[in-house]
Every structure is written in C-alpha cells, then in structure tokens.
C-alpha cells in the first residue's frame, strides 16, 4: 500500500498489513507486550469506564496460555493465545542487555510483569507456540477445531466488505453489510444482520469502510460522489502509528540472522535443528529484547537521571515510558550494504517513539472500494515527537559505542 505524508519532505514508502484470516498477526513481529498498568489506568481516568488495568488484566490472563511465566499470579495459562519467552539469544543482543543494565536500567526476567519497574532491560515474549510455530489470532481462536463444530459460524475467505447497509438514512442503524467477491466485482451479496455489526476490518480498512458508507468528513466525500450519510470529519482523520527508526551496525556473520543468507550450510543445520526440535535461529523471534525508558528521565548527555521509587510505578499514567531501543541481530532497514551476508551481518537498535503526538489519515481517492486509500501517516508532524526519537537515538549509540 502506498502511503505519504504530510511532513514537509515529500516521501512514499510502501506500507504492509496482513491479508488473511489473523490478519497482521500472521505477519507481524511475533513481540506479545500488554503494555504497563498505566496506560489502561489512563484511559479509565479519561472517562472510558472498566478499561483500568484492575478491569483489563482477567481479561489478558483469560486470554493466554504464558508458556514461560504460568506461575506468575498475573499471567493465564488456560487461554488458547499461546506465548513464550525463546531462551535463546544473539551474543549480540545478550551484550546490549548488560551493558544497558550496566548503564542503570533494571533488568526484567518478564517483560508483562505489572508489577515491574517502567523503567527496564527485558527479553521479549512473543506469540509463539508449544511446536514452536507462530500462535496468530486465528490459529489461538479459529481452530480448525472450533469451526467445524460451530453452525452458526461462517467464514468468507476472498471477499471484501465494501460498505455498511445504513438502515433508512440512519447512520446509528444499520442492517447489515455489503460484500463482494474480490476477484469478481459482478458478484456482491448483501448480510443481513440479526443482532449487530462489528466493525474491524484494522486501523486503515476500518475508516476506509466507514468512508464508503457515507460516514465521515461531507466535502470530500462528496467530492468522489459517495453518498453522505452522517457528517462525521474525525472518521479517517486521526491516524496514528509508533515510529521506529533503525540504526545499524556490522556484526560477526555468525553473530545475526544473515548468516542464513551468507553459509547455505549453516542455513541447512539450522532448518533441521528446526525441523527435528523446534530450535535455532529458525524458532526465535527477531526482536528479542528491548529498553523501555520515559525519555525525560535522561538527560542531555544520555545519562539517567536518579530515579524515586515513584517515578517507577507502572500503574500511574504518569509513568507510561515513550521510548523503547529493541535490539536485532539483523540488518533493519531498507538499505543493503556491500558484503553484507557475505562477510558480516546486521545489529539493529530500533529505535521507537511508543507515545507519538503526530496523528496522520485515511482518505478516500475514488468511489472504487478496490482503489486504495491516501495513507497519510503523519510521521513527525507534531514537533513534539522529534525530543523523545533523538534521545531514543541517543540513547541506541550510547549502547553501541559501549559494546
Ligand atoms: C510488520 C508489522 C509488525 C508488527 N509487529 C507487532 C508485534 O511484534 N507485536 C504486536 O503486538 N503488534 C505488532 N504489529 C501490530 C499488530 O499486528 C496489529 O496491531 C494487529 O494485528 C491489529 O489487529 P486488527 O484486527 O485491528 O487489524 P489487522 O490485523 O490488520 O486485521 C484486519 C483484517 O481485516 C481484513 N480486511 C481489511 N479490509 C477488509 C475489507 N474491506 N473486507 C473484509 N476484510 C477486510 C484484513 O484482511 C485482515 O484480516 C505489527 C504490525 C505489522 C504490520
């Protein structure tokens, strides 16, 4: 998907979200992370009822089965969403984890430890099973199993939603929906809905189908000739994501994941150990530790600052840190380098704002629900995000010139 912004530079990057059943799960980095209690908290104390961490946490621990952390009275282990912590790890990434705890920040066994400091080295869990394969949404809650026992359960694979059947004008109402076959615009059907209609279809498709239901901003909807049904400028208009920006360094080939690319021998040991035990580079994720911080607890000389107990609190809003550095034993960005999987490899710091002021949008370009949308992603619109990314960065080379 192509996508802009609305920054000064004119850019297009080409953007990816999971088409399938699972959705982006089935391709996303694998990272299971509930957040700090903080940020629930703060969503309770902006008016939105039972979403505190006290309302919130059942519901994870309902939903998981923690493979590595069961014994921890906060995690579930009855759930169907299977998560681990892999063991495993890069030399190079064990090396950042202590000099990064060396440098001050405490380091986690748990990274969904509520309980834990805000400010934190951690291995990742992530969202891989007991065979050690990839535990998407749909395999934790569509088994195979579980759909072929329920009758009143349909799936239709290779369709699209185009639009909601808005009942009598009234966009508060709706009948049901409109799909089509995807490959074959002649056919479209239409859903009548006995009870309700939940919307989400992700955070690009699901304004895009409001959009073409005649529900959002009335000019330029008009504009491409979509029928307006409810005036509504927000829908569409408050896009946001997390930026991450890669730092990267050489690394030994053995030490990261291009070794796979560079030894075809190495690369056929590790599919069997794989294949045979469900280990090896093969079986772990790609992000498998980070440091969490709130960036104004370093200073300009990327030291920290001494921290009160309560500065470290995660169930206060306060708290919630703003930057996380994950380290990669591979090359993440988008460039190559010469020699590169062939006599070195990648480590990557990436660095990432987790609390971005800078929102983007989705707009409709045609009428045609096959037409993609304009995705502006709005990347450092708000100057306020450009503090805590150069600190994040800081932070990244302060680690790097110390390994
Ligand atoms: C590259 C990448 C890496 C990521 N890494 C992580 C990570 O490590 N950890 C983490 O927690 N999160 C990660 N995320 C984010 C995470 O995967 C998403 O937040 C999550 O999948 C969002 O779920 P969703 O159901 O809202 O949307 P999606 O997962 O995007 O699912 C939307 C579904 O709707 C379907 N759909 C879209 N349009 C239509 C239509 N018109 N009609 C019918 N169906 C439609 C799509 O096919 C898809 O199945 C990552 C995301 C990406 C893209």
Same mark, same amino acid.
């Given at each position: 998907? +192509?996508?802009?912004?609305? =920054?000064s530079?004119e850019?297009q990057?080409?953007?990816?979200?999971?088409?399938?059943?699972?959705?982006?799960?089935?391709?996303?980095?694998?990272?299971?992370h509930? =957040?700090?209690p903080?940020?629930?908290?703060a969503w309770q104390?902006a008016?939105r009822k039972?979403?505190s961490?006290q309302h919130?946490?059942? !519901?994870?621990?309902?939903s998981?089965? =923690?493979?590595?952390?069961?014994?921890s009275?906060?995690?579930?282990?009855?759930?169907p969403w299977q998560n681990?912590? %892999?063991?495993?790890?890069f030399a190079?990434v064990?090396t950042?984890?202590k000099i990064?705890?060396?440098f001050?920040? /405490?380091l986690?066994?748990e990274?969904?430890d509520?309980?834990a400091? &805000? %400010?934190?080295c951690t291995p990742?869990d992530a969202? $891989?099973?007991?065979e050690?394969?990839r535990?998407?949404t749909?395999?934790?809650f569509?088994?195979?199993s579980?759909?072929s026992?329920?009758?009143? @359960?349909n799936?239709?694979t290779?369709t699209i939603c185009?639009?909601?059947d808005?009942?009598d004008?009234? /966009?508060?109402?709706v009948?049901?929906?409109?799909?089509?076959?995807?490959?074959?615009?002649?056919q479209r059907y239409?859903?009548?809905?006995?009870?309700?209609?939940?919307?989400? +279809?992700?955070?690009?498709?699901?304004?895009?189908?409001?959009?073409?239901?005649g529900i959002g901003p009335?000019r330029p909807?008009k504009e491409i000739?979509v029928?307006?049904?409810?005036?509504?400028?927000g829908?569409?208009?408050?896009?946001?994501?997390?930026?991450?920006?890669?730092?990267?360094?050489? +690394?030994? @080939?053995?030490?990261?994941i291009?070794?796979?690319m560079?030894?075809?021998?190495t690369?056929?040991?590790?599919?069997?150990?794989?294949?045979?035990n469900?280990?090896g580079?093969?079986g772990?994720?790609?992000?498998?530790?980070d440091?969490?911080?709130?960036s104004?607890?370093l200073d300009?000389n990327t030291?920290l600052?001494?921290m009160?107990p309560g500065?470290?609190? +995660?169930s206060k809003?306060s708290?919630?840190?703003?930057?996380?550095v994950? !380290?990669?034993s591979v090359?993440?960005?988008?460039q190559q !380098?010469d020699g $590169?999987?062939?006599?070195f490899?990648? !480590?990557t710091? @990436?660095?990432?704002?987790?609390r971005p002021q800078?929102y983007?949008?989705?707009?409709?370009t045609s009428?045609?629900p096959?037409?993609q /949308?304009?995705?502006?992603?709005?990347?450092?619109t708000?100057?306020?995000?450009? &503090?805590?990314?150069q600190?994040?960065?800081?932070l990244?080379l302060m680690l790097a010139?110390?390994?």
């Amino acid at each position: 998907m +192509a996508v802009g912004s609305s =920054s000064s530079v004119e850019w297009q990057l080409t953007m990816v979200t999971g088409k399938a059943l699972g959705g982006s799960t089935k391709i996303n980095g694998l990272i299971y992370h509930r =957040s700090v209690p903080g940020e629930y908290n703060a969503w309770q104390d902006a008016g939105r009822k039972n979403w505190s961490w006290q309302h919130v946490e059942p !519901f994870f621990k309902k939903s998981e089965d =923690s493979l590595s952390h069961g014994t921890s009275p906060s995690r579930g282990i009855e759930g169907p969403w299977q998560n681990q912590s %892999v063991k495993e790890h890069f030399a190079s990434v064990r090396t950042n984890v202590k000099i990064a705890t060396e440098f001050g920040v /405490p380091l986690l066994t748990e990274a969904n430890d509520p309980g834990a400091p &805000v %400010v934190a080295c951690t291995p990742l869990d992530a969202t $891989i099973d007991r065979e050690n394969h990839r535990c998407s949404t749909d395999a934790a809650f569509l088994p195979r199993s579980l759909v072929s026992r329920r009758r009143n @359960l349909n799936i239709c694979t290779g369709t699209i939603c185009t639009s909601l059947d808005i009942k009598d004008g009234n /966009p508060l109402e709706v009948n049901g929906v409109f799909i089509e076959v995807e490959s074959d615009v002649t056919q479209r059907y239409h859903v009548t809905a006995t009870r309700e209609v939940i919307l989400c +279809a992700g955070a690009v498709a699901t304004p895009q189908i409001l959009l073409f239901s005649g529900i959002g901003p009335e000019r330029p909807l008009k504009e491409i000739g979509v029928k307006v049904f409810k005036d509504l400028p927000g829908v569409g208009a408050r896009f946001q994501d997390h930026i991450s920006v890669p730092i990267m360094f050489k +690394a030994l @080939l053995d030490n990261s994941i291009e070794v796979l690319m560079g030894k075809p021998l190495t690369a056929v040991g590790q599919f069997l150990k794989y294949i045979l035990n469900g280990k090896g580079i093969l079986g772990q994720q790609v992000q498998q530790a980070d440091v969490v911080l709130r960036s104004a607890l370093l200073d300009d000389n990327t030291q920290l600052y001494s921290m009160e107990p309560g500065e470290l609190d +995660a169930s206060k809003p306060s708290n919630i840190p703003d930057i996380e550095v994950m !380290f990669l034993s591979v090359n993440a960005t988008d460039q190559q !380098f010469d020699g $590169i999987a062939k006599s070195f490899g990648g !480590f990557t710091y @990436l660095c990432t704002v987790l609390r971005p002021q800078s929102y983007g949008s989705v707009q409709l370009t045609s009428s045609d629900p096959r037409q993609q /949308p304009l995705w502006d992603i709005g990347t450092l619109t708000n100057e306020a995000d450009r &503090v805590p990314l150069q600190k994040a960065m800081k932070l990244a080379l302060m680690l790097a010139s110390n390994v």
